[in-house]
């Protein structure tokens, strides 16, 4: 029985010694291995390591965020270099919301600083031993880390649930705050509902302080509404301030310095009232009654305006009313031998040209006689008929007695030396002599508003109660041995040799003038009452219309013709001015209808009394330009931007108009 045990305990002894001499080597052959695979990871470049981290994170974002989210920090990384949680924060709607956060297995940390990042990569480089990979990205620091961005994001959501009815006031209440350190770079954004355009405008400011206003006193009106007495209050002031500060100015070189402090303020005080008191409904319904007031008071204005405009006509300047006073006591001053023009053998004579000028101004026939001569190739062929009242007789002779037209002939006549000129003749004339006239003009209860009687308005100037107004339906009368004669306005300015009007064939007409029929004026229909049966039956009311100003007429047809009788005609039918209103342009359409040719629309330039856009180039080619409206080159409403034309032919250094204070 002993051999038998002995036998059988040999095997555990077998056993243990094999172990004994095999575990050494197959120790070191598995730590060979390990090693050879740590060495293997240690030598991966850092940029695939940094990559793979990377990979890493956007594993674990996409299982927490949308792909629209990603795009966020895609762009934000892109723009602004490393990513930022607070700028991702920055570009969340405010209805964002966190989903699947409990699933989430995050495992990179969002806002880790790039100083720690660049400590990582050095690690990689170096080589330094590390017990394996999960280890590598699960640091202690590391999940502490991670613990807390998972409780951030956690108090986040909650935060924005929250909002969801509290966001509109929040943002808000930010506004104001913001609002207090408002820079000049950003007074476009008042508030947080009022946006301007970025781009830099002169009076950005400006407007930005009108729109201001205007959002006040719609709070104004509803404060008021709802008893709201301390804002009420406190934005009347603001608005009072704003416009003392705004005052007059078109332009934001011109404000005060404090305009953007009282911008700051109100801004604040209008954050605070669309807290308070905003209603959409309302507050549309406030807008629209402002914008209807406003259309009212423009329309008013555009009234006030019309009626001051035709009242700047009517009115002489204290300079043109001077100098006519002075020239009028040195003319009679002056002995009578010296009171004569020379060359006056050539004021019948045909061969010649003649031009027809009346007018009661001074410095505007100055215009156009110097204009005229100026532009003209031979000045000693040029014959000027100047006809005047008795007021300004005097003052007519005697500046171009001191300033004669060089070459050229000049004759000034009185019209009331007209004896022929009478009441029994002329019916224009016994119709401003009578009672119903007179009435029309003097009534001391006239109304004197264009609210009242604005269709009449523009015929009371005194210009129509005058016969100059009129003398050019009696040419012949005055000129009786001239074969043709140029007739101008005294509102006109020469600017080419007039001499080719002398050779135009005027086909058996009387008249020629240039047509005004264009897009942007007027036919017969305009200056007629076609209404009435003699108009309706004798005109057309689409027959062109044009123009007088400058208009060259064959005295020899008309006489013919008999055009003042026809004239005379149309006038007695008009007695109660129902064919036409007061003027000479509609009884001249009438009286000259069939018998006016078009001349080319070069030779006469129209509108620069009234028309803000007419074409520069129209006016430069021009021979004659017409300052034909209310805004007469010698008013202080003329149009700048036509004056010049009128003022290089006036000679604003004579004595005469230093001492009367007039210059350009």
């Not at 206003?213 to 719609?218: E, S, T």
């Amino acid at each position: 029985m002993a051999p038998k045990r002995a036998k059988g305990s040999c095997f555990p002894v077998l056993a243990f010694v094999l172990l004994c001499v095999l575990a050494p080597p197959l120790f070191f052959l598995a730590r060979g291995l390990y090693t050879a695979d740590h060495d293997y990871i240690s030598d991966v470049p850092s940029k695939q390591v940094s990559k793979w981290r990377e990979w890493q994170a956007l594993q674990d974002l996409k299982s927490i965020f949308s792909e629209e989210v990603l795009d966020v920090i895609a762009s934000s990384t892109n723009d602004m270099g490393p990513f930022s949680l607070d700028n991702f924060k920055k570009n969340l709607s405010a209805s964002w919301r966190v989903v699947g956060l409990e699933t989430a297995n995050t495992r990179f940390e969002l806002n880790q600083p790039t100083t720690h990042a660049r400590q990582e990569k050095l690690k990689v480089k170096e080589g330094r031993p590390s017990v394996g990979l999960a280890q590598w990205t699960d640091t202690p620091a590391q999940q502490t880390r991670r613990h807390l961005i998972e409780k951030r994001r956690e108090k986040r959501a909650a935060e924005l649930v929250k909002m969801d009815n509290e966001v509109t006031v929040k943002l808000e209440n930010a506004a104001i705050e913001r609002s207090k350190s408002v820079e000049s770079a950003v007074l476009g954004k008042y508030s947080i509902w009022r946006k301007e355009m970025e781009n830099e405008n002169g009076d950005s400011t400006v407007r930005l302080m009108r729109d201001q206003i205007i959002m006040a006193r719609v709070y104004l009106s509803i404060s008021k509404m709802k008893n709201k007495v301390e804002l009420y209050q406190e934005l009347n002031s603001r608005v009072k301030e704003s416009q003392r500060a705004l005052g007059d100015t078109i332009s934001d070189a011109d404000l005060h310095h404090s305009a953007h402090e009282k911008i700051k303020a109100m801004g604040q005080v209008l954050s605070k009232a669309r807290e308070l008191l905003y209603d959409c409904k309302l507050v549309t319904g406030k807008l629209r009654a402002m914008l209807q007031t406003a259309d009212e008071q423009v329309r008013s204005l555009k009234k006030q305006s019309t009626f001051l405009s035709q009242l700047a006509a009517k009115t002489i300047p204290n300079g043109i009313h001077c100098l006519s006073m002075r020239l009028t006591i040195d003319y009679h001053l002056l002995p009578p031998e010296k009171r004569k023009f020379p060359r006056s053998e050539n004021l019948e004579n045909p061969t010649l040209y003649h031009y027809a000028l009346f007018s009661d101004n001074v410095l505007a026939a100055s215009v156009v006689v110097n204009s005229t001569i100026t532009n003209a190739k031979d000045p000693s062929k040029h014959v000027f008929h100047l006809v005047t009242d008795k007021l300004n007789f005097g003052a007519m002779n005697m500046w171009f007695l001191l300033n004669p037209p060089g070459k050229a002939t000049i004759h000034v006549e009185n019209v009331d030396d007209f004896k022929w000129l009478n009441s029994s003749y002329c019916p224009v004339l016994r119709q401003l002599e009578s009672s119903t006239m007179k009435e029309y003009y003097f009534k001391a209860g006239h109304p004197t508003t264009l609210s009242s009687s604005a269709s009449n308005l523009k015929y009371r100037n005194p210009k129509y109660l005058s016969m100059l107004n009129h003398l050019r339906f009696y040419l012949p009368q005055v000129y009786p041995k001239l074969d043709k004669i140029l007739f101008l306005d005294d509102d006109i300015v020469v600017q080419k040799d007039l001499t080719g009007l002398w050779s135009v064939d005027l086909n058996g007409k009387v008249n020629g003038a240039v047509e005004t029929c264009g897009e942007s004026f007027h036919r017969f229909d305009k200056y007629l009452n076609f209404s009435n049966p003699h108009i309706a039956r004798s005109f057309d009311p689409n027959a062109c219309g044009w123009a007088y100003g400058m208009n060259i007429f064959d005295l020899k047809e008309w006489k013919k013709k008999d055009i003042t009788g026809i004239y005379h005609k149309w006038q007695n039918m008009n007695e109660d001015r129902v064919l036409w209103k007061l003027g000479t342009l509609p009884p001249g359409l009438m009286t000259f209808y069939g018998l006016t040719h078009p001349l080319d629309k070069s030779w006469h330039v129209l509108g620069l009394g009234y028309n803000p856009s007419v074409d520069r180039s129209e006016i430069d080619n021009a021979a004659v330009v017409h300052y034909n409206g209310n805004m007469k080159p010698w008013l202080e409403i003329a149009m700048t931007k036509y004056r010049s034309y009128w003022t290089k032919y006036v000679k604003y250094s004579h004595p005469y108009l230093r001492n009367c204070k007039l210059n350009e």
